[in-house]
């Protein structure tokens, strides 16, 4: 993100009002838009040149070309790292890099094999996902990461293959009932593996804590600007790191909820209608579209349920931090998608 370029001035966290859930919805569909996908290499730098130039005052406003350009630079670059997020785990394709695997794992009739096939590639994802997008002030060892993985899929087969099993066993459900709650198995295990993969892989977070930076005063922003003062993180906070990462689980439910509950419930209504009956090779078509309809909607939904730039009073965390927030006693930190 902007954060990481060259310069003391900080340009407008955004067109919108984040302290709405409207504005965090409009600038979270700006952050996964999959049109920034299209950028090239000589296009990134272009916005990285625009926005270097106003955080070292060579351009005084923001132009519709300058927010076109941070965009790109938040859709793109890791805030921490200052590096590009390898573009299949970016937010911007995020919709694009899940419908295959989402479309497999909603694929109805599906055995056994394909059951814990499609369960794995879909953690495999999440895995890449996370860590790619996690807070990177607290780096993840090699055996964390495939520690968390292992038992990210054991979780996400283990309910897919209980509730498959369990289902046809729920003798007072009648054949329907039975039919959506099986459509709906994939679901269940997406959501508890989801919530449990975030924790796992961002387990390191919890354990060692968070930077944590105080909020700025109007002085202290101009400060910056002029070279006065450096924004330094004042510790590492656990609770700050407990709050980032619960939020963005429940976040990674949220998303997942209408993605893997409305397609496969519409899905069933349309396989009863004589236009699906007489076209059987139209349902994957079908499927697909209904899928990568909902995802478009839901991600920046879903995004938006919490800021990313989080604000909490200081007291709230630890008690190193109480006396040492910043503007109303408040502390910031990032966290994470």
């Given at each position: 993100m902007t954060s990481s370029l060259p310069g003391n001035r900080d340009l407008p966290v955004s067109q919108y009002d984040l302290s709405t859930y409207l504005g965090r919805v409009r600038h979270s569909a700006d952050i996964s838009d999959p049109r920034t996908l299209l950028t090239s290499s000589a296009g990134l730098e272009h916005a990285k040149d625009l926005v270097t130039a106003y955080k070292t005052g060579k351009l005084r406003d923001m132009t519709p070309e300058l927010w076109r350009a941070k965009k790109i630079i938040d859709s793109t670059i890791h805030p921490d790292t200052g590096q590009p997020v390898f573009l299949p785990f970016r937010m911007s394709c995020f919709v694009l890099t899940n419908l295959v695997v989402t479309a497999g794992m909603l694929t109805p009739g599906m055995g056994?094999?394909?059951?814990?096939?499609?369960?794995?590639?879909?953690?495999?994802?999440?895995?890449?996902?996370?860590?790619?997008?996690?807070?990177?002030?607290?780096?993840?060892?090699?055996?964390?990461?495939?520690?968390?993985?292992?038992?990210?899929?054991?979780?996400?087969?283990?309910?897919?293959?209980?509730?498959?099993?369990?289902?046809?066993?729920?003798k007072r459900l009648s054949p329907n009932a039975k039919l959506i709650a099986g459509r709906l198995v994939p679901f269940a295990a997406v959501a508890t593996a989801g919530a449990l993969n975030v924790f796992l892989m961002r387990g390191e977070e919890i354990r060692q804590g968070i930077d944590v930076y105080p909020a700025l005063s109007d002085e202290d922003k101009r400060k910056i600007e002029t070279g006065e003062l450096e924004l330094k993180p004042i510790g590492k906070s656990k609770k700050a790191a407990t709050l980032a990462?619960?939020?963005?689980?429940?976040?990674?439910?949220?998303?997942?909820?209408?993605?893997?509950?409305?397609?496969?419930?519409?899905l069933v209504r349309l396989q009863q209608t004589e236009w699906l009956k007489q076209r059987p090779r139209m349902t994957l078509p079908v499927n697909l579209g209904l899928i990568f309809g909902t995802s478009i909607f839901a991600l920046p939904l879903a995004l938006a349920a919490f800021p990313q730039r989080q604000a909490v009073s200081a007291k709230t965390l630890e008690p190193d931090f109480h006396d040492r927030g910043g503007k109303d006693g408040m502390v910031e930190f990032n966290r994470g998608i």
């Amino acid at each position: 993100m902007t954060s990481s370029l060259p310069g003391n001035r900080d340009l407008p966290v955004s067109q919108y009002d984040l302290s709405t859930y409207l504005g965090r919805v409009r600038h979270s569909a700006d952050i996964s838009d999959p049109r920034t996908l299209l950028t090239s290499s000589a296009g990134l730098e272009h916005a990285k040149d625009l926005v270097t130039a106003y955080k070292t005052g060579k351009l005084r406003d923001m132009t519709p070309e300058l927010w076109r350009a941070k965009k790109i630079i938040d859709s793109t670059i890791h805030p921490d790292t200052g590096q590009p997020v390898f573009l299949p785990f970016r937010m911007s394709c995020f919709v694009l890099t899940n419908l295959v695997v989402t479309a497999g794992m909603l694929t109805p009739g599906m055995g056994t094999a394909g059951t814990l096939a499609w369960q794995v590639t879909n953690q495999s994802l999440n895995v890449a996902i996370n860590f790619s997008n996690a807070n990177k002030s607290t780096p993840l060892s090699t055996q964390t990461i495939i520690q968390s993985y292992c038992l990210a899929v054991s979780a996400s087969c283990g309910v897919a293959l209980g509730l498959n099993a369990l289902v046809p066993r729920l003798k007072r459900l009648s054949p329907n009932a039975k039919l959506i709650a099986g459509r709906l198995v994939p679901f269940a295990a997406v959501a508890t593996a989801g919530a449990l993969n975030v924790f796992l892989m961002r387990g390191e977070e919890i354990r060692q804590g968070i930077d944590v930076y105080p909020a700025l005063s109007d002085e202290d922003k101009r400060k910056i600007e002029t070279g006065e003062l450096e924004l330094k993180p004042i510790g590492k906070s656990k609770k700050a790191a407990t709050l980032a990462v619960g939020e963005t689980a429940i976040s990674r439910v949220l998303n997942a909820t209408p993605i893997m509950v409305l397609p496969p419930l519409i899905l069933v209504r349309l396989q009863q209608t004589e236009w699906l009956k007489q076209r059987p090779r139209m349902t994957l078509p079908v499927n697909l579209g209904l899928i990568f309809g909902t995802s478009i909607f839901a991600l920046p939904l879903a995004l938006a349920a919490f800021p990313q730039r989080q604000a909490v009073s200081a007291k709230t965390l630890e008690p190193d931090f109480h006396d040492r927030g910043g503007k109303d006693g408040m502390v910031e930190f990032n966290r994470g998608i």
